[in-house]
């Protein structure tokens, strides 16, 4: 295991939801660490994760978006999609609408649900974008494909010829 990062990220995991393993966030925290020292996405991901949620250290949203910031820009759709949701929210990041929209659309380029249907609102509001009734069908449409019901519903309550644009 020594240098392999995917082994490293595995036992990670394994400690953090105890799967096998006793749940153990100290060495959780200690494998996601060594990977984010070296610049893994992935390792930056879980230690936000941990930082988020307060999983075995002190909750600290400031450095969890700091973590999810440094994966996104390594192209991470799952770091993109929470640091989209930090500026959307305002926790650990300023609100920054326009910024929310930009991670988002990495993310939904990459086929992320959630970002995809995030994409959706903002382009059906106006928000960080100009409002766009097509874009809004478009992506609502992507993420509904993957299943989600809510994207389905609001897809269903745009107007028809919104709708249509969207069927093959």
């Known amino acids: 295991?020594?240098?392999?990062?995917?082994?490293?990220?595995?036992?990670?995991?394994?400690?953090?939801?105890g799967d096998g393993v006793a749940e153990n966030?100290?060495?959780a925290?200690?494998?996601?660490?060594?990977?984010?020292?070296?610049?893994?996405p992935k390792g930056?991901?879980?230690?936000a994760v941990m930082y988020a949620n307060g999983q075995g250290l002190?909750?600290?949203?400031?450095e969890a978006a700091r973590l999810y910031k440094l994966s996104a820009e390594q192209g991470y759709a799952l770091a993109q999609y929470q640091l989209g949701m930090a500026y959307?929210?305002?926790i650990g990041a300023e609100i920054d609408a326009a910024a929310a929209v930009r991670w988002f659309r990495k993310a939904a380029e990459q086929g992320n649900a959630d970002?995809?249907?995030n994409l959706g609102i903002a382009y059906a509001r106006g928000d960080g974008v100009e409002k766009d009734l097509s874009?809004?069908?478009?992506?609502?449409?992507?993420?509904?494909?993957?299943?989600?019901?809510?994207?389905?519903?609001?897809?269903?309550?745009?107007?028809?010829?919104?709708?249509?644009a969207q069927k093959p």
């Open 29 to 40: 925290h200690h494998w996601f660490l060594k990977l984010a020292e070296r610049g893994d």
């Open 25 to 27: 966030y100290a060495e």
């Open 115 to 117: 970002a995809q249907f």
């Open 135 to 164: 874009a809004a069908a478009k992506w609502y449409a992507k993420a509904a494909a993957q299943g989600m019901q809510k994207a389905q519903q609001l897809l269903d309550g745009l107007p028809k010829e919104y709708r249509d």
């Open 88 to 90: 959307l929210s305002g």
């Open 58 to 62: 002190e909750k600290n949203v400031k």
């Open 44 to 47: 930056q991901f879980n230690l």
């Open 1 to 17: 295991m020594q240098g392999n990062p995917q082994a490293q990220m595995n036992v990670g995991v394994m400690y953090l939801r």
